[in-house]
């Protein structure tokens, strides 16, 4: 399984980003996915998530600011975020769920994109 995020960088406060992440995996369309991110010495966290079947959760820390999407013909996942927050500042991974028709749990990061935002 490859995972590569994308579209990180500096960006003020208030200010938009919106991450892709692109998948090898032949069924794509049969996996949750979802965002975490790691800020400096602190624990990965959970951003956002969305199913096999289109259901979205998001984390409370992000929610009315980040948006989780899918392009299954792209085998593509995106987050959408708004009205960024110094606090946002991250490594931002993109995960696949252990199995299809899920939820059974992320199994697999990929390499992580990095979000600055500054105040």
């Known amino acids: 399984v490859q995972l590569q995020a994308s579209g990180g960088g500096l960006v003020q406060a208030g200010g938009s980003l919106r991450l892709s992440c692109a998948a090898s995996?032949?069924?794509?369309?049969?996996?949750?996915m979802g965002w975490f991110r790691q800020a400096p010495g602190k624990e990965r966290e959970f951003v956002a998530g969305?199913?096999?079947?289109?259901?979205?959760t998001v984390a409370d820390s992000v929610k009315g600011r980040f948006t989780i999407s899918r392009d299954n013909a792209k085998k593509t996942v995106y987050l959408q975020m708004n009205s960024l927050k110094p606090e946002d500042t991250a490594v931002y991974s993109c995960?696949?769920?252990?199995?299809?028709?899920?939820?059974?749990?992320?199994?697999?990061w990929g390499q992580g994109t990095l979000v600055t935002v500054s105040s």
């Open positions: 995996e032949r069924n794509f369309s049969s996996y949750t």
């Open positions: 995960a696949r769920d252990r199995n299809p028709f899920g939820p059974h749990g992320y199994a697999y």
């Open positions: 969305i199913s096999w079947n289109g259901g979205t």
